[in-house]
């Protein structure tokens, strides 16, 4: 898939709530933009290749029974039965589904001095620079051509970022995760005990495990890494200009502690000043709590492993659409379970009067906003592991994993009735 790219058009992302800085986005603010090393890309593009593998199996299946003289439902009954004696049938797909949509990369021709986001931060800027690097910068957003994996060498003295941006000459581009929705609040969790990759040099590790130490790591092996809440505080002065409480990096570094962790969390959703009553945050908490149960199940089955990856959690922040839109979704389920025809297939579970839809749906295509979501994002230290004859293991990193089940439980405790 290929889309032209605009560089002289972007701007800063509003809705970043952790990471490096450098961020962007396009106009219209469907694209999301960051600098990313090689072994990010690397890593998308391995799963969407794999997932593209998988999508052939089944395509050469669907002709067979083409062929075979079957119509379409008996084709569709014959691929389910061949997924449920196939559990691993879907896995790279499933995988992708609970990533951001990968676009492709923006990459720099004859700049390589040049970091991206500096690129970015001239062109957009006032600098002159525009007409010159615009040609050069902006070719396409395309899926690069996978390189042959190289070793990262390792530089012999460390120096953190410090959240700025970080040196390279690639950029990412995604899906950007609060699209469609009035007022997004947005939750970032970084995952993990141990914070760094092996190799890693001694300075960091040291920074990074007391980081682990003083924070919720340690216990929940997840931290908050950065939220914002619509209208999240009665004082307005604590309000930004569009009416969000923003928590960044600080706060769940050093004012959150496992005492505190499950109560600050709630102020995610339990917000009746935005219009979120108990009820309804505690539905919407359930309902997270199973999408995160979901990315611990697809993960289970691949053998991965990620340091400092996130969940990024989007829910509906406004109380008035969040409540419009889960109507709009039940009354769907609703014609769905009564049989009614549809142009769009679905399968939905219901949860507390919720309908929840699978993540192959289209909401673009059905015109419904969005409820919520669940992702996981920043994949910089994210590799497979592979067995002696290099072969991709079927079991994940139980670094990162105790933090995915930590929050799923954390989510059902807030749901619980009491």
């Known amino acids: 898939m290929e889309a032209a790219v605009d560089i002289s058009q972007l701007q800063a992302c509003g809705h970043a709530v952790a990471g490096h800085a450098g961020t962007m986005q396009d106009p219209d603010g469907n694209l999301f933009i960051k600098p990313c090393t090689k072994q990010e890309l690397d890593f998308y593009q391995a799963v969407y290749d794999k997932a593209k593998e998988e999508e052939a199996v089944e395509e050469e299946l669907e002709n067979k029974f083409l062929a075979e003289g079957l119509n379409p439902e008996d084709i569709d009954a014959r691929i389910d039965d061949w997924r449920?004696?196939?559990?691993?049938?879907?896995?790279?797909?499933?995988?992708?589904?609970?990533?951001?949509?990968?676009?492709?990369?923006?990459?720099?021709?004859?700049?390589?001095?040049?970091?991206?986001?500096?690129?970015?931060?001239?062109?957009?800027?006032?600098?002159?620079?525009?007409?010159?690097?615009?040609?050069?910068?902006?070719?396409?957003?395309?899926?690069?051509?996978?390189?042959?994996?190289?070793?990262?060498?390792?530089?012999?003295?460390?120096?953190?970022?410090?959240?700025?941006?970080?040196?390279?000459?690639?950029?990412?581009?995604?899906?950007?995760?609060?699209?469609?929705?009035?007022?997004?609040?947005?939750?970032?969790?970084?995952?993990?005990?141990?914070?760094?990759?092996?190799?890693?040099?001694?300075?960091?590790?040291?920074?990074?495990?007391?980081?682990?130490?003083?924070?919720?790591?340690?216990?929940?092996?997840?931290?908050?890494?950065?939220?914002?809440?619509f209208r999240g505080s009665t004082d307005e002065s604590q309000l930004n200009e569009e009416e969000y409480m923003v928590y960044d990096k600080e706060y769940g570094r050093t004012l959150v502690n496992d005492d505190t962790l499950v109560n600050d969390i709630g102020k995610f959703l339990f917000n009746e000043r935005a219009g979120i009553d108990e009820p309804l945050a505690k539905a919407v908490c359930r309902a997270i709590s199973q999408e995160v149960e979901r990315v611990e199940t697809i993960l289970s089955?691949?053998?991965?492993?990620?340091?400092?990856?996130?969940?990024?959690?989007?829910?509906?922040?406004?109380?008035?659409?969040?409540?419009?839109?889960?109507?709009?979704?039940?009354?769907?389920?609703?014609?769905?379970?009564?049989?009614?025809?549809?142009?769009?297939?679905?399968?939905?579970?219901?949860?507390?009067?919720?309908?929840?839809?699978?993540?192959?749906?289209?909401?673009?295509?059905?015109?419904?906003?969005p409820t919520w979501s669940v992702n996981l994002i920043d994949f910089a230290h994210a590799r497979f592991l592979k067995d002696d004859n290099g072969n991709i293991t079927s079991e994940p990193d139980s670094n990162f994993m105790d933090g995915i089940r930590n929050v799923k439980e954390i989510f059902a405790k807030l749901g619980r009735e009491a």
Do not use: C
């Not at 004696?85 to 951001?100: F, G, H, Q, V, Y």
């Not at 012999?156 to 970022?161: G, K, L, Q, R, Y």
């Not at 979704?329 to 219901?350: C, F, I, M, Q, Y």
């Open 84 to 229: 449920d004696e196939n559990p691993d049938a879907t896995k790279w797909r499933d995988l992708k589904s609970i990533m951001p949509e990968f676009m492709g990369s923006l990459s720099l021709s004859g700049s390589a001095d040049l970091a991206v986001s500096e690129l970015v931060a001239a062109v957009v800027g006032d600098t002159g620079d525009a007409a010159k690097d615009k040609e050069q910068a902006a070719k396409l957003i395309d899926k690069q051509e996978q390189e042959q994996e190289a070793s990262e060498k390792i530089p012999e003295e460390w120096v953190p970022t410090n959240g700025g941006k970080i040196s390279t000459d690639k950029a990412i581009v995604l899906g950007n995760s609060s699209v469609g929705y009035k007022h997004p609040n947005i939750l970032d969790l970084k995952l993990g005990k141990v914070l760094y990759a092996p190799g890693a040099p001694e300075k960091k590790k040291q920074k990074m495990d007391k980081l682990s130490a003083e924070t919720t790591h340690a216990k929940y092996g997840f931290r908050i890494a950065g939220m914002k809440t």
């Open 301 to 369: 089955r691949i053998g991965v492993t990620m340091f400092s990856a996130s969940l990024l959690i989007v829910v509906e922040g406004d109380g008035k659409a969040l409540r419009t839109a889960i109507k709009q979704h039940n009354t769907l389920a609703e014609a769905l379970d009564a049989g009614e025809p549809s142009t769009v297939k679905l399968e939905d579970r219901v949860d507390s009067g919720i309908a929840l839809q699978d993540e192959d749906d289209d909401e673009d295509e059905l015109g419904y906003p």
